[in-house]
């Protein structure tokens, strides 16, 4: 987390239920919106809770008994999308890649013309760090005439992503990846035609993540329930940092710089992925023989 962020929560904050907190919310959603490449105004939400929640929400508000659902599974969240998928009775099929296979166009061969309706990808698989290709999705859903729904936590504002030129249907994203804030903060953005597919859906059987509440009281600044506010506080301030730093490209620019940084130093010294998975094996090792020790002494 940036020094000035970690400095928000010293300076005080208003009550969440004022028209200040409103227009700070309105303000940067707005922001936030733009920097997702979602130009439709109060399309997008946040929640009180943690980007497998927006997940969960996601399959309860958009995923209606009359969808087939494809999702990419090549890791752990890709994963966790088919255990929400599974746990919540929807009907879904998964192209199930092993550990750091590269997604190609093959893999998606033999899913089209199968009446598939939504496809659902953790873009930037977190367990693996591989980045799927988002134009060969995007494509394949335009062909199949299917919604194109993404988890974008590890990829926003750390790849190149924009949902109207990608047609992205859905992006959540959360507030401990790419924003740099505390956690406890997701958000979900909506294009044009889920936002209409939400209005239609029947009465859901969840009530705390009920989209259509969300969406009624976004444009007023508010949500229907108790919001994280100190987090909005952050997130204003890194909206404001990205400004000064000269925008979103300028952003991304200085990620890569840092990406491309530790990738040579790495090389140099001869650290793999596999180098780095037995340091954080020992590392862990050492943590359990010292809450052991700790147990035994009575520390």
């Known amino acids: 987390m940036y020094q000035s962020t970690k400095e928000v929560r010293l300076n005080g904050f208003v009550h969440f239920r004022t028209d200040e907190f409103s227009e700070i919310v309105k303000n940067s959603l707005s922001r936030l919106s733009k920097l997702l490449g979602n130009s439709k105004p109060n399309s997008l939400i946040y929640l009180a809770a943690s980007g497998t929640a927006a997940m969960e929400a996601t399959v ?13 599974n090549g890791g752990a969240f890709g994963k966790r999308f088919c255990e929400l998928l599974n746990y919540h009775n929807k009907n879904y099929n998964s192209v199930n890649l092993n550990w750091n296979e590269t997604l190609t166009y093959e893999h998606l061969k033999p899913f089209e013309n199968q009446n598939y309706t939504m496809l659902f990808v953790n873009l930037h698989e977190t367990q693996t ?88 009281n976004i444009p007023r600044g508010q949500t229907p329930y108790t919001p994280p506010v100190l987090v909005m506080y952050e997130l204003e301030d890194m909206l404001n940092l990205i400004d000064k730093e000269g925008g979103k490209d300028a952003r991304l620019k200085a990620v890569k710089a840092k990406c491309d940084y530790f990738r040579r130093k790495a090389k140099e010294n001869n650290i793999g992925l596999l180098s780095i998975i037995h340091y954080q094996m020992r590392l862990l090792h050492c943590i359990l023989m010292m809450l052991m020790l700790m147990k035994l002494y009575r520390f």
């Open 60 to 72: 309860e508000n958009c995923v209606s008994e009359n969808d087939k659902v494809l999702v990419i």
């Open 129 to 216: 760090g591989q980045l799927y290709d988002v134009k060969m999705l995007s494509d394949f859903c335009k062909k199949n005439n299917m919604m194109f729904v993404v988890d974008a936590i590890s990829t926003f504002l750390a790849d190149d992503y924009d949902m109207e030129k990608f047609e992205i249907d859905l992006t959540i994203i959360s507030s401990q990846k790419g924003l740099c804030l505390s956690p406890g903060m997701s958000f979900v953005s909506f294009s044009k035609r889920m936002l209409e597919k939400i209005e239609n859906m029947p009465l859901l059987q969840t009530k705390y993540f009920d989209f259509k509440d969300y969406l009624k």
